[in-house]
């Protein structure tokens, strides 16, 4: 249950501060207007609120999907650690942009504008970098944990095995200019990924995991000789 609330937090946070940063996102002369400091400001408290969330998945899954991987379980908690930390980088240049506008004073406009577009642009290679190519790692090595333990029905683990590969090879597909980070073609790469967290985390709330085959079998002794009844 705790995990299923971090994955609709994670998500729900993450939009809204999306929403909240446009003024700084979509305005390159933003550092020099009145502003919408509280705005932009409160944007940064979700999104930071997202980074916790996030890394909060791995931790609350962690005990459990160790038992069907450690490997893997280890290399999921790591990556959602590094996913987390550029979110955290992104939110750091993005209220930046907030700190340069109040301290503007006496500083060449045009600066000011280049700093802004070099702080929106490590924002937006953050974005690309965390909540894209690492994401589809991190959804392909829960997914896998899932399918192959049985903890959820597979239906919901073959959306991530499909999703995490697919957001990745997008991400990569913008990161060499096939198309642009925000658009159409980019969406439905991540779609997928938003829907195998969506419903793995309403299955966790409303089902919790269920009995794993690979972990309530009993033991078998290799020495054992079957007998008939």
Known sequence: MVAGVFFVVAAVAAVAAKALWQPVLGDP????????????????????????????????????????GQGVALGYVCGRVLEAATIVFG?????????????????????????????????????????GLIIGINSLLLAWLMYRSGLVPRWIAIIGLVGGPLVFASSTAVLFGAYEQVSAIAGLGAFPVFAWEMSLAVYLLVKGFRPSPTRTAPPVHPDAVLTPA
């Open 29 to 68: 002369e933003y550092v020099l207007g009145a502003g919408a400091d509280t705005r932009v400001l409160l944007g940064g408290l979700l999104e930071f609120l997202t980074a916790a969330a996030v890394a909060g998945t791995a931790v609350a899954l962690y005990p459990v999907i160790k038992r069907h």
């Open 91 to 131: 939110l750091a240049a993005v209220v930046s942009v907030v700190t340069l506008r109040q301290e503007r004073t006496g500083a060449d406009d045009g600066a000011l504008v280049d700093v802004q577009g070099s702080l929106v642009a490590l924002h937006d290679a953050m974005f690309l970098i965390g909540p």
